[in-house]
């Protein structure tokens, strides 16, 4: 009876310093409040859908493409083929536009798949035109949703720090020079900076563009990070 005492508090003994070592070693749980997702964006030219199998095997969770041919606002070739192979490999989609004024071009350019867009974002970028209410409320006509792409450096010069857009879901841009091998997903890292009605605790950013030109399995891409709850 002693024996079997023993043996029966050896085997507890021996369970609780497992879980112990368990909760030391399992990384931390993602916050469920603001979960974030990996998230990539190129105008690459990818013509290997296992490409984007790997990619969703990485954990990458939304593929953001260039939807015109570069310079206009002509539906690029590979647009619908494209976006075809990320949704056959798991991976959500949204559309841009290097000009805003394309926004139109960029949603017609996506075709069958436009009604599985989670958004087009215009781009406010230092260089280009600036953004207007009359391109954000043609967007949401098509049924799709708007977010503005821009920076803390591109938005005041382009746009003279207007706060008249501040309803409209922002894709923020805070690159730095990340190891890939180490990148988490974070939508909230770096830090994100006010600035045009944005990045307050009640217009915080949906989504946050970390690292250009990543060599992923041998395309270049851009890295982000979204916030999951944002994503249908």
Request: charged share 15%; proline share 6%; net charge positive.
């Amino acid at each position: 009876m002693t024996s079997t005492k023993t043996t029966a508090r050896s085997a507890v003994a021996l369970m609780t310093a497992l879980l112990i070592l368990l909760s030391l070693v399992s990384p931390p749980a993602a916050n469920a409040a603001d979960p974030s997702v990996k998230v990539l964006d190129t105008a690459s030219t990818i013509t290997d859908p296992a490409w984007f199998s790997r990619a969703y095997r990485a954990g990458f969770r939304l593929y953001i493409m260039h939807s015109t041919a570069w310079g206009t606002c002509d539906p690029w070739s590979r647009t619908q083929t494209q976006l075809k192979m990320a949704l056959d490999a798991g991976l959500k989609i949204a559309v841009y536009t290097r000009d805003p004024n394309c926004w139109q071009g960029g949603i017609n350019a996506a075709g069958p798949y436009a009604s599985q867009l989670q958004f087009f974002a215009p781009d406010a970028e230092t260089g280009g035109p600036q953004v207007t209410r009359a391109m954000v409320d043609g967007v949401k006509a098509t049924g799709v949703r708007p977010v503005i792409y821009s920076g803390s450096g591109m938005w005041p010069q382009l746009m003279n720090n207007s706060t008249a857009f501040s309803d409209v879901p922002l894709w923020d841009t805070d690159t730095r020079n990340i190891n890939y091998n180490t990148w988490r997903a974070n939508y909230l890292s770096p830090a994100p900076v006010q600035y045009g009605g944005w990045n307050t605790p009640a217009t915080m950013r949906v989504g946050v563009q970390q690292k250009f030109n990543q060599n992923l399995n041998g395309v270049m891409v851009d890295l982000d990070s979204f916030n999951a709850t944002f994503l249908n």
